[in-house]
């Protein structure tokens, strides 16, 4: 899983079409340009794209064009000129972020038609900060209805697309800060952030940037939206999608390269370089997310199982069948089972989970690569990455089972090398189980059916009622 | 001296892909079995009307072209190009070629600035055309047979609140009266919006499948008909005065000015609307209606 850095750009035309119309919007280009080396220097695979201007309304659409072409001109800023491009886009990982995105129950198509009008802030993005469109893309939309929990499942599908293709990506999210233009026509020279209030927050939140805090930014989205964002969509997301893309947490390097107006608008170029991992030291206001369980049934008329937030007396109807006592569990968001196994088994208020590795769901890739090759050759491999996978991998059965991390109460580790990988594994494990408090077993074993290092047998208390156990 | 031009038609004509999508004409590229056909039988009973009546010039006013600077307008003569939608791309990819009355658009550009709005020509030869325009047209003329003017949004009402949208739309709707009065044509306007607007968020894997279409929500259905039940009997400036209501409640895409717009040109209408077609298109409602200024009463 590598997400090598991230970007935050803002996507008007004026730095690219216009930049020596004022001092401001030179800055700002010559931050693009500085980006454009930096990323350049870091020879990425793919750069992963999330645009506030490209709003869908069916779910998420993801470009899947091998090589849109078209000779752009900006519905608003027309005067400003036309801009020709020719991308490239990464069309296999498109497409398996758009079965990411499908496995974790998100709504996701992949669009690739001759013509289609990819928004501004994209073409404005790729010419900038890619000038040659040498490094293939990948361009996602912004659902305009999509809240903070779908926008980070939408993210946690892009990571894993991006580790079963084993890409090294460059993120790249196109928002201005506040987004208030100005709705007469300026002298570009007179440029300058539509409010004193407007240019207050972006600087709040570039601090926050520049000493890295991403999560810390995303965890203050709701409140940008009320302070300063015009409301053309539900929420401000693109902080979610990036912090959730690089792992939820504050460990970055952050540097704010140039922030400007543009036209009232607050652009800012940030570069964020993750520096560290994330550690059990954040407070969510929120539920995390891995799965997306929002209402997704509207198109069907016979479905009403969702709708129990209506505020209406409740109609007669047929007793809710008594919670199950004993049930499997079984769901495609967790690696396909090597065996006659389910994924879990619940038995009363406990949940056994079958042995869980960090082969990836759909792929079967292994994070952190397999620890020998199809010959049994070894093969140099990161324990850490597949510990962190294998934890991955039972989040989301404990989630497929109603239930979550906290819930689990003992742990029995299998581990191939216990003198090579213990301390790394051991590391891992503190981090995402140690504030979880569960009772630990580590054993050494000669092998593991799949080339893998380590494995997890656990069991997790799951209150009955608390849950509905689906087979997904 | 030419003679006074005039506004001959009023016309709700809103703007769903999937009504192109579901005729199957030789501009678009996907092809459907079916779909939305009450929709469409009222856009047929409103063509025949239309071509009972002679005009010169489609005005279409579309949310789907937003500047946030001001109103802008076409001033180009001619465009050619190909449509794909943002949002519905998988229905509608339409060719299209159409003729700009740009003397019109200028002289309702001119009008605007009288008013003290911001408007703005558009000169750009590249730029393609919104897909919100070009489905009202195409539903009213499939054959572009005259030339359109058409207007963007400038979507005052997410900037400031429908109130100011809706005053500037009003100011819009008066310069294009007299704009058109001023160039002797004989003009249809059309509002191109839906009335509620929430849409689902997921689609059956066969989008014309009808067995899937409803009103998202009753609430939206009571104010879609509260709106009809206004314009059938040509209550058009109490429409206006609760627009804010229902743009807010229902989330309309009347936010775009475009009713107001058409409401305004026409002189706030007394005489009613005549009723073509009501459905719902992925959930919100859309009815086509004309104001005829020239029927007796
Ligand atoms: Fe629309």
New binding site residues.
């Given amino acids: 899983m590598t997400i090598l850095q991230g970007w935050v750009v803002p996507g008007l035309p004026h730095p690219l079409l216009t930049p020596d119309a004022s001092p401001g919007y030179r800055r700002l280009r010559d931050a693009f340009d500085q980006a454009a080396a930096r990323i350049a220097a870091l020879q990425p695979d793919v750069l992963l794209v999330y645009s506030t201007m490209w709003p869908s309304v069916i779910g998420h659409q993801l470009q899947a064009h091998p090589a849109p072409t078209w000779v752009h001109v900006d519905e608003l800023f027309h005067a400003l000129g036309s801009i020709p491009y020719r991308f490239t886009m990464d069309t296999e990982l498109a497409r398996a972020w758009h079965e990411a995105n499908e496995r974790r129950g998100l709504a996701s198509r992949t669009v690739a038609y001759d013509g289609f009008p990819i928004d501004t802030g994209s073409v404005v993005a790729l010419k900038l900060l890619d000038p040659d469109s040498r490094i293939p893309a990948v361009i996602v939309s912004s659902n305009v209805y999509a809240d903070r929990a779908e926008t980070l499942v939408l993210a946690k599908a892009a990571r894993d697309a991006v580790a079963s293709t084993g890409r090294r990506a460059v993120a790249v999210v196109v928002s201005t800060l506040s987004n208030r233009l100005f709705t007469d026509w300026i002298d570009p020279a007179d440029d300058h952030v539509h409010s004193a209030k407007d240019d207050e927050w972006n600087r709040k939140i570039l601090e926050f940037l520049g000493q890295g805090r991403l999560e810390d930014v995303a965890q203050l989205s709701r409140t940008i939206h009320r302070e300063v964002r015009v409301r053309k969509v539900v929420s401000f997301k693109p902080m979610w999608f990036l912090s959730a893309l690089m792992g939820q947490h504050n460990h970055h390097h952050g540097e704010v390269l140039a922030y400007e107006a543009v036209h009232g608008t607050g652009g800012a170029v940030v570069g964020l370089t993750p520096t560290g991992e994330a550690r059990g030291d954040k407070e969510f206001d929120e539920d995390d997310v891995e799965v997306w369980h929002g209402h997704r049934e509207v198109l069907d008329p016979v479905s009403d199982e969702d709708e129990e937030d209506v505020p209406t007396p409740p109609a007669p109807r047929a007793p809710e069948p008594a919670p199950t006592r004993s049930a499997s569990v079984t769901t495609a968001t967790a690696a396909a089972p090597v065996g006659a196994y389910p994924h879990a088994r619940r038995v009363d208020d406990l949940l056994y989970l079958s042995g869980v590795g960090p082969r990836q769901p759909g792929t079967d890739a292994i994070p952190g690569g397999p620890i020998r090759d199809a010959a049994g050759a070894p093969l140099p491999y990161d324990v850490a990455a597949q510990t962190r996978a294998c934890i991955g991998n039972v989040r989301a059965v404990l989630e497929a089972a109603g239930a979550s991390l906290a819930d689990v109460v003992d742990v029995t580790a299998f581990l191939v090398d216990m003198d090579r990988d213990f301390a790394a594994y051991n590391a891992v494990y503190a981090e995402l189980l140690g504030p979880v408090g569960p009772t630990r077993t580590t054993l050494a074993v000669r092998a593991l059916p799949t080339p893998i290092a380590v494995e997890l047998k656990v069991i997790a208390h799951v209150p009955l009622g608390r849950d509905a156990p689906r087979s997904t | 001296m030419a003679a006074r031009g005039r506004i001959v038609a009023g016309l709700l004509a809103p ?1 769903p892909p999937h009504l192109v999508y579901a005729e199957n004409p030789p501009q678009n590229e996907p092809r459907a079995e079916c779909g939305w056909e009450t929709l469409r039988w009222g856009y047929e009973r409103l063509r025949a009307d239309l071509a009972q009546v002679e005009h010169d010039v489609l005005v279409v006013l579309s ?2 072209w937003q500047t946030y600077v001001g109103w802008h307008l076409l001033g180009v003569p001619r465009f050619e190009s190909l449509s794909v939608d943002p949002v519905f791309p998988n229905l509608f990819r339409y060719r299209y070629a159409l003729d700009v009355d740009v003397a019109l658009a200028e002289a309702i550009h001119e009008e605007a600035r009288a008013e003290g709005l911001v408007s703005s020509m558009m000169r750009n030869p590249d730029f393609r055309v919104d897909y ?1 325009t070009l489905v009202s047209c195409h539903l009213t003329d499939p054959a572009w047979s005259r030339p359109i003017v058409a207007i963007s949004s400038c979507r005052a009402s997410a900037y400031y609140g429908v109130d100011v949208m809706q005053e500037q739309a009003i100011a819009l709707g008066r310069a294009t009266a007299r704009a058109i009065e001023a160039s002797g044509r004989r003009a249809v306007l059309l509002s191109s ?2 009335l509620s607007h929430r849409h689902f968020t997921t689609e059956g894997p066969l989008p014309e499948d009808m067995s899937r279409e409803h009103i998202t929500h009753h609430g939206q259905h009571l104010w879609d008909m509260k709106a009809i039940r206004m314009l059938r009997e040509g209550r058009t400036r109490e429409l206006v005065s609760i627009l804010h209501e229902l743009t807010t409640q229902a989330i309309g ?1 009347t936010d775009a000015g475009s009713l107001t717009w058409m409401l305004s040109a026409l002189g706030f209408p007394t005489q009613g609307a005549e009723l073509y077609g009501y459905g719902t298109v992925i959930g919100t409602g859309n009815a086509v209606m004309g104001f005829w200024p020239e029927r007796a009463a």
Avoid: A, D, K, V
């Fill in positions: 703007h949310p789907h919100g919006n839906s895409e």
